[in-house]
């Protein structure tokens, strides 16, 4: 099911960035030059490994993971996050979780195009959501 994820997806849209930026606690000029990234997002597949690498010219970031198994990521602001990512009705769901911190962060195809969907939340224990994100990226 992950197949259909792999290839290079090229960012056409995004809302909301910078506000989901703001409230996990990046700076301005982080913030300012993250906004102007039009990141391509390369999927691959090797045997049950998935790799998610993202590029830009703000900077590259790459992922390896086993679905289901948490694995130690390094995020593109420099935090360290304990990751897990599963497969849930066709999605490809990454979970973060960092000092009490959560965010989910939902991949899913869409009329052939790939939909990104973040939400964060402060306060994990109690479900609040403080700030989400979507991005829209195509083949």
Request: charged share 30%; hydrophobic share 35%; aromatic share 8%.
């Amino acid at each position: 099911m992950c197949n259909r994820f792999v290839g290079t997806w090229k960012l056409v849209s995004s809302e909301n960035f910078d506000d989901y930026m703001k409230e996990l606690g990046v700076g301005l000029a982080t913030r300012k030059l993250g906004g102007l990234a039009k990141p391509d997002v390369i999927i691959s597949m090797k045997g049950d490994i998935v790799t998610i690498r993202t590029e830009s010219t703000f900077k590259n970031t790459t992922i390896s993971f086993k679905l289901g198994q948490q694995f130690d990521e390094t995020t593109a602001d420099d935090r360290k996050v304990k990751s897990v990512v599963t497969l849930e009705k066709g999605a490809l769901v990454q979970v973060q979780k960092w000092n009490g911190k959560e965010s989910t962060i939902k991949r899913r195809l869409v009329d052939g195009k790939m939909v990104v969907v973040s939400s964060h939340s402060l306060y994990a224990d109690k479900g609040q959501k403080d700030a989400a994100f979507s991005l829209l990226l195509s083949k």
